[in-house]
């Protein structure tokens, strides 16, 4: 375990498995980022942030980028861009802009959200398509489909290429839009083994995370055509989001783009050895994803106990889950999660199913 400090001391003092957005900036960040040229990005002079966006724009193949505070922030630029207030956005019931963004489609943006069922990770053409309700005086305008890659909410599910070129295909046709939440959008590129510009180049705008396993320790991306990324910068402004010497943090997310991507499979590998190690244990179940990234969704509701009963008791042995429903826990593998820390998670896992019964 390297570079997790507590009030500026190294320590490791927990297994911190309920989110990647626990990760510390790692020691050449921090250097980067006492030493960033900065300048006021209101202004478009801070030379970092614009390293960064075309640094950005380059990796996911896009002609322009914007740096945003937050994946929520990215998403939320993204939708007021491509839309009109009294517009319908179609996405998925279990979308992380839907159920974890705080409404702010609804409530900023003015939206109608139309839902389609995400349950399995990812929206095929067919439902886009019965979902569109086409022209009718009583309807709204449907003008925006969102996908997640990888999807939060069904334990780190991977969209493959082909179905976002499906499904790109099928949206452009009818004249709308397509976002993608790529928040974790390097896991879904590791994970299958090729370039992200393949996921990317599919949809008209792509917003990722620099602040989750790729360690920096503030903001996201919103990447897209030159245009569009014109006018989200204008929306971003309204958000409050217009930073000034913000090259202090892009600094890290330079890095993060430049160093930090190829190493997640490492995340990815941790992740399938932890779900191997729980499945042994009778009444703890790890619910299947299509290709292994760095989110495990665990069943645990066989042992007798709650999923808030079952975090407070691995809580106690060190170990931190984050209870996702009733029954399941969410456990995400990071840079501060070693082969050590898997063995003790599926150790303390089996030492709270034995007290249980
Ligand atoms: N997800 C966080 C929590 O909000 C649940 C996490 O710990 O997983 N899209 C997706 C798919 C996300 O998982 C998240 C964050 C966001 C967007 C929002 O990013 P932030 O937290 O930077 O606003």
Known sequence: MQDYFINGQP??????????????PTNKMREAMANAPVGDDVFGEDP???RLE??????VGKEAALFVVSGTMGNLVATLTHTRPGDEVILGANSHIYGHEVGGLARIGGLMPRLVDDGEGNIQPAQ??????????????TRLVCIENTHNMSGGRVTEA???????????ERGLKLHMDGARIFNAAVALGIPVTELTEPVDSVMFCLSKGLSAPVGSILAGDAEFIARARKFRKILGGGMRQAGVIAAAGII??????DRLSEDHARAERLAAGLALIPGVEVIASNYQTNILLIDIGGTGLTASQFAGKLDQAGIRAL??????????????????????????????RGKAR
């Open 256 to 261: 993060a783009l430049e160093e930090m991507i």
């Open 128 to 141: 886009v398509l019965t979902a569109l309700r086409g022209e009718d005086i009583h309807y709204p305008p």
């Open 162 to 172: 082909a179905q976002i070129r499906a499904l790109a295909a099928a949206v452009h």
């Open 323 to 352: 209870p996702r429903s009733k029954t399941t826990l969410r456990a995400v593998v990071h840079r501060h999660i070693d082969d050590e820390d898997i063995q003790k998670t599926i150790a303390a896992f089996g030492h709270v």
């Open 54 to 59: 075309k640094l950005a724009a380059e990796r």
């Open 11 to 24: 320590v490791k003092t927990i297994v911190d498995l309920r989110s990647d957005t626990f990760t510390q």
């Open 48 to 50: 970092t942030v614009k």
